[in-house]
C-alpha cells in the first residue's frame, strides 16, 4: 500500500504538489509532506529542502538516506507550546529514566495538559508518521512521550538510537542557539520550527546538539509498530 493510501483515513483527499514531492492537507489543517523522490543523491528538489528542511545542511541531508527522517508540519502554535513548557515547569524535572542516555524530561502522562497533548499527538503527528512511512496508523502506539529540557546544566544529548520502532520531536520554544536534533548520517543538525514535527525511525543514530546559550524545550516521543 503506499504512504498515501495507508494514511487515507485521517487525510482530506486533497493534494499540493511542492516541487516533487506531495503534501497532503491533514483533517486537522497541517500539511503533510510525502517525499517522493528516489531516496539517491541529488534527488530531493531544492524547493522541497528549502521549505521542510531549512535549518538542516541542505546541499546534503535528506538525500542518499536509506532511512531518512522528515520534518512535517503540525496544527501546534506558540501558545498551545507555552502552555505545555508552562506545565512542565509546574511539575519539575527527573533525569532519572532514561538510564543510558538521561534527559531532563518529564513523562507528559503527568502533566495537567497530559490528554490535550496526547490528542493532538494521535490527530497530527501519529498519523504523519504513519503517512510519511507507509505505515498502518492503527498499528502505531505510543510507548513513551515526555518533555524535554535543555539548557547551560544540560546542554544536549550524546548521539544514539531510540528503543522504538519511529520516534518524533517537536521543537516547543525557540529564542536559544545551538540546539536541534544531530543526524550522524548527515552529519548536521535540523531545527523544525514550532508547528513542525521532526519524525525518524528510532534507528537511526541521532542526539541533541549542545545548546549554547539559552533554553530549549522539546516534546519527544517513542511509538511501537505492532
Ligand atoms: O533533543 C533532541 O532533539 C533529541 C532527543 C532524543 O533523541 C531523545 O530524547 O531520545
Ligand atoms: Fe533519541
Known amino acids: 500500500m503506499s ?8 487525510l482530506r483527499e486533497e493534494t499540493i504538489t511542492v516541487g516533487a514531492s506531495i503534501g497532503v492537507a491533514l483533517s486537522g489543517g ?13 534527488a530531493k528538489p531544492r524547493a522541497w529542502c528549502a521549505q ?7 546541499d546534503q ?17 506558540r501558545a498551545v507550546a507555552k ?28 502533566l495537567d495538559v497530559g490528554a490535550a497533548v496526547f490528542e493532538f499527538l494521535e490527530r497530527d503527528v ?31 544529548l550524546e548521539t ?9 520531536s517537536l521543537p516547543l520554544n525557540d529564542g536559544f542557539s545551538g540546539g536541534g536534533t544531530f543526524f550522524e548520517n548527515l552529519g548536521s543538525s535540523v531545527r523544525p520550527r514550532v508547528g513542525e514535527a521532526l519524525v525518524h525511525p528510532g534507528d537511526l543514530r541521532h542526539g541533541g546538539a549542545p545548546v549554547v546559550h ?5 516534546l519527544v516521543g517513542f511509538l511501537r509498530y505492532k
Open 83 to 110: 502552555r505545555w513548557i508552562a506545565a512542565a515547569e509546574a511539575h519539575g524535572w527527573t533525569t532519572m529514566r532514561h538510564h543510558r542516555h538521561p534527559t531532563r524530561d518529564v513523562p507528559v502522562s503527568l
Open 30 to 42: 497541517g500539511v503533510l509532506v510525502v517525499d517522493r523522490a528516489e531516496p539517491k543523491y541529488g
Open 61 to 77: 541531508c535528506w538525500r542518499g538516506v536509506d532511512r531518512r527522517a522528515y520534518v512535517v508540519e503540525t496544527t501546534l502554535d
Open 126 to 156: 501519529i498519523s504523519a508518521v504513519a503517512g510519511v512511512y507507509g505505515l498502518d496508523a492503527k498499528r502505531l502506539s505510543l510507548n513513551d512521550c515526555f518533555l524535554v529540557k535543555y539548557d547551560r546544566d544540560h546542554p544536549g
Open 52 to 58: 521542510h528542511a531549512r535549518a538542516a545542511n541542505t
Open 160 to 168: 544514539h538510537v531510540d528503543g522504538s520502532e519511529y520516534s518524533f
Open 214 to 218: 539559552g533554553v530549549r524545550y522539546v
Open 3 to 10: 504512504a498515501l493510501a495507508a494514511a487515507r483515513p485521517l
